[in-house]
């Protein structure tokens, strides 16, 4: 922050328009300095004796930082002490209702004792965090869909566990993949974290009034929509749930019936499609109103959560009309098609590590292509194991032909659904077009499989193509 000297030019703040919604938030105690030296609230002098005060801290904890053994740290590092020394000081500041307050006892009080005070706020934060993880792990969602289960049980405990209140107090310190239905990726560090876990949980309880059943058949159905496998993409689970039960009340079903039927996608196909922007807005907010009275809920956090995914989901539907898109947005029940494929990968036979590695190594010894094929052909029966022994390159380019050769039509259509998948979100897959021979593919094994699959004969590849889409996600694991 620089310091400016006192002129006669009108300030860009005036008094009446320093307001807490104005500042940033990440750098809160910084903004409201800016402002305070812009308005007269703060003399150049009082912001330097701050500006002191603050390296002083920051002198202390580079200290610390070193246990006493060096007085300097890399630029970096300090930038990133001072960074956690504002975090914590804006944790209090942030505290006061109206700025000017906060101003005034910036002016007052030692800056030591704000930083203090702001530590045991970011502590206090820190514990209650860690309290709502215990809550939602307890209590998550019994679904396979893996940034769920990943930010949960992995991502959340490797920050809670890093977190450094101290030296990096600024820092989101985890990469957390699930997306929420409303986020505001503004906030920074554990006040970031607790925000998160808040809505989170909101949304798993609400998940929870469902039926669990019905809830994983619309991710089924979901994937199946989408043409996509839903255990591994990033999407929110709760947006799926609530809006079908928005479109269940719409269409004349309960508020915690989440399976739309055909006639009831019908109903909101017309309901939609027939109805302008203004009316799409009331018809959402009173169903909406429907379901908290339905689903008895009463607290007022998740009743705004709840209008706030209406506003959304208001604009959805608008744009789902306009493109002709309702049939991606209502997840409608679909038929189950009976269990008439068998393939030779079984998910259940998956080796240990050891046994892996040893298989590799043993496969990469003989010098016989006949050899190598029998070898993973007698050994390997998980679809796991085959695509990492396929990553481990462990086949020359001209192997690949030979053991590609003793798979049925079933297991190279699986294949094909791993090497294609971006195609067939978007599109049917021509085994014999010029698009797929021209697939750009990192791996040999990708290379050499889409080698293979062009050069046959088209009418196998007609076959092939047909159990692609007989085949879904759910009822196969490539990892």
Avoid at 248 to 256: C, R, T, V, Y
Wanted: proline share 1%; glycine share 2%; with cysteine.
């Amino acid at each position: 922050m620089q310091s400016e000297k006192p002129n006669h030019t009108k300030p860009l703040v005036s008094l009446e328009n320093v307001k807490k919604s104005h500042l940033s938030q990440n750098q809160y105690t910084i903004s409201l300095l800016n402002d305070a030296l812009q308005i007269g609230m703060l003399t150049d002098k009082e912001v330097y004796n701050i500006q002191n005060q603050l390296m002083l801290i920051l002198k202390d904890l580079i200290g610390r930082y070193t246990q006493g053994e060096s007085s300097s740290v890399s630029s970096d590092t300090a930038e990133s002490i001072f960074a956690s020394i504002l975090y914590a000081i804006d944790a209090y500041t942030f505290q006061f209702d109206d700025p000017k307050k906060a101003i005034t006892y910036l002016k007052t009080v030692k800056v030591r004792r704000v930083y203090e005070k702001g530590l045991g706020l970011v502590r206090q934060c820190f514990k209650e965090t860690e309290q709502l993880y215990k809550e939602i792990n307890n209590n998550k969602l019994d679904v396979a869909v893996e940034a769920y289960n990943v930010s949960i049980e992995e991502s959340v405990p490797v920050f809670l566990r890093k977190y450094d209140i101290i030296f990096d107090a600024h820092n989101t310190m985890a990469s957390i993949d699930y997306p929420l239905a409303v986020d505001d990726m503004s906030i920074q560090g554990v006040f970031y974290l607790k925000q998160y876990l808040t809505r989170l949980k909101m949304e798993t309880e609400l998940c929870h009034l469902f039926n669990q059943e019905d809830l994983q058949k619309i991710l089924i159905n979901y994937g199946k929509i989408c043409r996509f496998d839903y255990r591994i993409e990033l999407f929110n689970i709760f947006r799926l749930t609530f809006n079908n039960a928005v479109f269940s009340i719409l269409s004349g079903g309960n508020a915690n019936q989440l399976i739309i039927s055909a006639n009831q996608y019908k109903q909101l196909y017309l309901l939609f499609t027939e109805t302008n922007d203004s009316q799409i807005h009331s018809i959402i907010h009173k169903a909406i109103d429907q379901l908290d009275y339905d689903l008895n809920i009463n607290e007022p956090k998740m009743k705004n959560y709840l209008k706030h995914c209406g506003a959304d989901l208001i604009q959805t539907i608008i744009n789902a009309v306009n493109h002709d898109k309702l049939q991606t947005l209502i997840i409608m029940e679909k038929e189950l098609k009976p269990k008439s494929i068998v393939t030779t990968f079984k998910a259940s036979d998956r080796m240990s590590d050891n046994h892996f590695r040893l298989l590799i190594e043993k496969v990469m010894g003989y010098d016989k292509i006949t050899d190598k094929v029998e070898t993973i052909r007698k050994n390997f029966h998980s679809l796991y194991d085959y695509i990492d022994m396929l990553n481990a390159d462990c086949l020359l380019a001209i192997e690949y032909e030979a053991l590609f050769s003793t798979f049925g039509d079933i297991e190279l259509a699986i294949l094909a659904k791993k090497v294609f998948y971006e195609e067939l979100r978007n599109e049917t897959v021509d085994l014999s077009s010029a698009l797929v021979k021209e697939k750009e593919v990192e791996m040999e094994w990708q290379i050499q499989f889409i080698k293979f699959i062009t050069n046959m004969d088209t009418e196998r590849k007609i076959t092939i193509e047909k159990y692609i889409y007989d085949i879904d996600y759910e009822e196969i694991n490539f990892y």
